[in-house]
């Protein structure tokens, strides 16, 4: 058997042909292997580090950019004298990241002057924020913990921007805070009705606040800036800003110090009286703009869950009957339809009979003999029947309407009525006489005041107004459009109301009480019977009011109050309203600088003697001139 050889093979031999490589050539073709691998590696950083440089380093920094609201602020409501009614102010949310404040740990220093933990985890951060804004610990605890998870928990929703520096300056990982803006109003209840709030998820409700959102309203902005891994902005990142653009400043015609001064008068007597409400406006005579306007009860503007009903203006929106107020009415038609003269004598019954129903005066008296100008001074109901009596329905309806009963005022705020002036048509057999003096319509409190103003402005109504102007971020004022007026009645005829007016806050009047010592005013007292709304009859209690003007030779403001169903005192207008009345004219004449009189006031006789002979007239006496009851029914 032949042994097999073991020598080197010619490189013909089988086995290289087979492909056995060489240990030189697989070295190679490894080395190759490994530079095509490097070559990638090396092609692939290249088009990182540049071609795609930019791509994948914004795509790293928008993972860390945030973006936040920047909040506007609502523009400012002044009072006329440029006075803060309704501001906003920068407030903070302290908001934190629940997953983030887990490891805080809360050091102080020690006597020693080394900084130790004394405490950790949500507790001490609960403790913090607790200490510095005086939030309930166990509340901003509990935010953090409950529920678990979640990566965001307000934990202060209202604190004002230092306690954000001293809760910033406690470096709590985690903790950070949201801009926002609070509505504060300086006046708190005595301006709350007029001027409204905001609510809820700010929104403007009610209001001056509704009615003029859109000027007060401002843009908000947004800005864009750059976090690290703690969740907190990196001060030297990026940084944008789109500003905020704040909302026009809102000037009204109110007087702040007035408004104050009425609320408290108002609040002060329905208290006194033990009346359900109170209301009371001063309003300029020659322009129509409002220097205050309240009532009471009213509410905190601050205070948004109230009950809905109570957040009301009920100076604009209630309605009632104004009782003998409107008797200027009645007697301005009887003079400017020629009926009658400021001394046409009439002698008032003790009783009288129309449409089957017996009327009398609110006391009883004897048979007077008053002038004209004297029925109206007393506010005898019959005197006014008697010479009411001698204008038809529709003239007596369509004065009313002249002096804008039945008519929204144009002042703009919402909720406020027209009031309700039946027509003739659906009038019973009573009503033409009670709509003499007064009963069986219904107005407002500015319908009213519009009587008064009309006859103070010598016969011109002008449109109650209560926003002067607006005022941009750059200071420029701009004059609200003011509605045009319209004459209502004659000088002539303004003048006469007016020395007859004269003597109601006198002693010969019905409300000496409204008298301003050193000022002559002119004024009217009402005691209207209320109708009681569930019983639909006339059993609510009265309404009492005084409305007037000062200084009665050059009046300057009108000024109304009315108080509603008082229980106690009197409740008549002279005595529950007059002094009301008196004590806002005196102020508001005074604050203006408004001299008081130096001449004694204009004398008027309310009274004739009906045995005193007509001078030309031989036999003939006032008594047999006069308007007299010659009825007993009709």
């Excluded at 230092?162 to 910033?168: G, L, M, N, T, V």
């Excluded at 009313?400 to 039945?406: D, Q």
């Excluded at 002559?520 to 569930?534: L, N, Q």
């Amino acid at each position: 058997m032949a042994r097999p050889r073991t020598g080197p093979r010619s490189p013909s031999s089988p086995a290289v042909a087979a492909g056995v490589a060489h240990p030189a050539r697989r070295a190679r073709a490894l080395m190759l292997g490994v530079l095509i691998v490097l070559s990638l590696f090396a092609a692939q950083l290249v088009r990182l580090q540049g071609l795609d440089a930019a791509s994948v380093s914004a795509a790293a920094l928008g993972e860390r950019l945030q973006s936040r609201t920047i909040p506007a602020a609502r523009g400012s409501i002044t009072d006329v004298h440029g006075g803060d009614l309704a501001v906003s102010v920068e407030r903070r949310r302290i908001v934190a990241d629940p997953t983030l404040v887990v490891d805080y740990e809360r050091k102080e220093e020690g006597p020693d002057g080394e900084r130790r933990v004394v405490g950790t985890g949500y507790a001490a951060a609960a403790q913090v924020v607790s200490e510095i804004t005086g939030a309930d610990q166990s509340e901003v605890l509990s935010r953090l913990v409950e529920p678990l998870g979640e990566q965001y928990a307000v934990l202060v929703a209202d604190a004002s921007p230092q306690e954000w520096q001293e809760i910033k300056a406690a470096n709590i990982r985690g903790v950070s805070s949201e801009e926002l803006m609070r509505r504060e109003y300086p006046l708190g209840e005595a301006a709350a009705p007029l001027l409204g709030w905001i609510g809820s998820g700010e929104m403007a409700a009610g209001g001056i606040e509704l009615v003029k959102d859109e000027e007060l309203t401002g843009e908000p902005g947004e800005a864009l800036y750059e976090i690290g891994q703690d969740g907190q902005r990196i001060s030297t990142g990026v940084y944008e800003e789109d500003p905020a653009q704040p909302g026009q400043d809102l000037r009204l015609t109110l007087d702040a110090d007035l408004q104050w001064r009425a609320y408290d008068a108002v609040r002060t007597r329905v208290k006194e009286a033990g009346a359900l409400s109170g209301y009371a406006a001063v309003m300029d005579v020659e322009t129509g703009q409002l220097r205050a306007l309240t009532s009471y009860p009213a509410f905190d503007p601050s205070e948004t869950t109230q009950d809905a009903a109570a957040m009301r203006n009920a100076a604009i929106e209630d309605v009632y009957e104004p009782g003998s107020t409107s008797k200027l009415i009645t007697a301005a038609a009887a003079l400017e339809e020629g009926i009658m003269e400021p001394d046409t004598p009439i002698e008032v019954p003790v009783t009288m009979s129309r449409a089957g129903t017996r009327f009398k005066d609110a006391e009883p008296h004897p048979v007077e003999y008053l002038t004209f100008g004297g029925v109206l001074a007393k506010s005898s109901n019959m005197g006014t029947i008697l010479y009411g009596e001698k204008l038809s329905d529709q003239q007596l309806y369509d004065w009313m309407r002249r002096f804008g009963i039945g008519d929204r005022t144009g002042l703009g705020l919402p909720g406020e009525s027209a009031g309700l002036v039946p027509e003739p048509s659906t009038w019973s057999a009573t009503t033409r006489y009670t709509f003499m003096f007064g009963q069986g319509l219904s107005g407002t409190l500015l319908q009213q005041m519009g009587v008064f103003q009309t006859i103070a402005n010598d016969g011109v109504m002008v449109p109650p107004s209560i926003v002067a102007g607006t005022v941009d971020e750059d200071g420029r004022y701009s004059a609200e459009a003011q509605k045009p007026d319209r004459r209502v009645i004659t000088e002539e005829t303004a003048q006469s109301l007016t020395e007859i007016m004269q003597q109601v806050p006198s002693t010969q009047g019905t409300a000496p009480l409204a008298a301003v010592p050193g000022y002559h005013v002119a004024g009217k007292t009402s005691t209207a019977t209320r109708v009681d709304p569930e019983t639909g009859r006339y059993n609510g209690g009265v309404t009492s009011s005084f409305m007037g003007f000062a200084p009665a030779d050059d009046p300057k403001y009108v000024v109304a109050v009315v108080v509603q169903r008082p229980t106690r005192i009197s409740e008549f207008g002279g005595v529950i309203a007059g002094p009301v009345f008196a004590d806002l004219m005196r102020y508001a004449l005074q604050k203006e600088g408004i001299a008081p009189a130096t001449t004694p006031p204009a004398e008027f006789e309310i009274e004739f003697d009906p045995d005193e002979p007509v001078p030309g007239q031989k036999g003939v006496t006032l008594g047999d001139l006069a308007i007299k009851d010659e009825r007993t029914d009709g």
